[in-house]
């Protein structure tokens, strides 16, 4: 499994997903668009970052990517399924959905915009997390949590 990270803007959500992504055993994290990683633009560690992470930055390998689209496409050419985490008129309930490849790259995107239609167009399956209360939705950190380890664990 690999996970694409959207134009997600809170350096806690991007470590925090670190961290359960090392729990999981996810394989690599793309770091798309405005996507924080663990070090900042001139090279050094961000502090908030390594304070989330506890250090699992360094057992998962991360690549910065400027488009989405284009990190897409790349994996879909080498095998793998591309699942979108998102609300949608076409989505299918994350706990109903069985993958028949191993190959996954987990899609997340913005905490306010979430996943542009484009993204959504190119997604073999958009998966969604059920609200039942009053939110619309969860923690962006918190749904990847929920649908990595359903998945890695079916």
Same mark, same amino acid.
């Given at each position: ?13 991007? +470590? ?21 990683? =663990? ?21 998962? =390998? ?50 306010? +915009? ?15 997390? =059920? ?9 962006? +950190? ?7 380890? +359903?998945?890695?664990?079916?």
């Amino acid at each position: 499994m690999v996970v694409l990270l959207h134009n997600i803007r809170s350096v806690q959500n991007v +470590a925090s997903i670190f961290r359960t992504a090392d729990g999981v055993g996810v394989e690599r994290i793309y770091l798309c668009g405005i996507t924080p990683g =663990p070090l900042d633009r001139l090279g050094h560690s961000r502090t908030q970052f390594i304070k989330v992470s506890l250090g699992s930055e360094k057992n998962i =390998p991360y690549e910065k990517k400027g488009s989405t689209l284009k990190a897409i496409d790349v994996l879909r050419k080498e095998g793998y399924q591309i699942l979108s985490i998102e609300q949608a008129k076409n989505s299918t309930p994350y706990y109903k959905f069985k993958s028949k490849k191993e190959k996954m790259a987990l899609v997340l995107g913005s905490e306010v +915009a979430g996943l542009s239609d484009a993204i959504l167009k190119k997604s073999d399956k958009i998966l969604e997390i =059920p609200m039942e209360g009053r939110k619309e939705s969860l923690n962006v +950190a918190v749904a990847f949590g929920i649908v990595a380890y +359903a998945l890695k664990y079916k």
